[in-house]
């Protein structure tokens, strides 16, 4: 919805699938996109949660990931600077949440989305279920609430799948 509104100016992906409206508007020039290798793009997600402005990585040495950022030498070996990785807006989706805005969050979910919630300036979450404060084991907490501005109810569920991949049966 949002690039059918034209809202996303620039897109920081290490993955853009096969959206055909995101490869319109990329070939039309209409929208920016800067690939990142993807542990790169966690790693800088991460900083920008912890205030980290930079670091060093290998990964990216002598690619075009590379090109105009700092590589320097480090025990004999190349690293590539990488920034961090802040958002004005986070849009984040949860399986549940309580009203103080703790998150929890299954399978996959768990791997962008609570360091997402950090190193963004406002944290929107669509949750599955709201619970009331307390209800929720605090050792099962993936972010607390000091992360999250807003939390509403999911409405739309299904888990959708870009292109399945699956081949046939075999018979028996």
């Known amino acids: 919805m ?6 996303v100016r620039k897109m920081i992906s290490s993955y853009v699938g096969e959206n055909k409206l995101f490869g319109q508007q990329y070939l039309s020039g209409q ?7 993807q542990g790169t793009l966690a790693e800088r997600i991460r900083a ?11 990964t990216g040495v002598g690619t075009v ?3 105009g950022k700092e590589v320097r030498a480090f025990d004999g070996e190349l690293y590539v600077m990488e ?5 004005d807006l986070a849009l984040i989706k949860a399986w549940k949440a309580d009203a103080a805005g703790n998150l929890v969050f299954r399978k996959t979910a768990r791997n962008f ?12 979450v669509e949750a599955e279920e709201i619970v009331e404060i307390g ?3 605090p050792d099962a907490i993936h972010t607390p609430g000091i992360y999250v501005h807003r939390v509403v ?15 046939p049966r075999e018979a028996v």
């Open 153 to 167: 109810r999911s409405t739309i569920n299904e888990k959708r799948i870009e292109k399945l991949t699956v081949r």
């Open 135 to 137: 209800s929720l084991d």
């Open 65 to 67: 990931v590379a090109e």
């Open 113 to 124: 989305n609570p360091t997402m919630a950090a190193a963004a300036k406002f944290t929107l």
């Open 83 to 87: 920034r961090w990785l802040k958002a």
């Open 31 to 37: 929208l920016e996109l800067e690939l990142n290798p």
């Open 48 to 58: 920008g949660g912890a205030g980290i402005p930079a670091f060093f990585t290998k």
């Open 2 to 7: 949002l690039l059918d509104s034209r809202q």
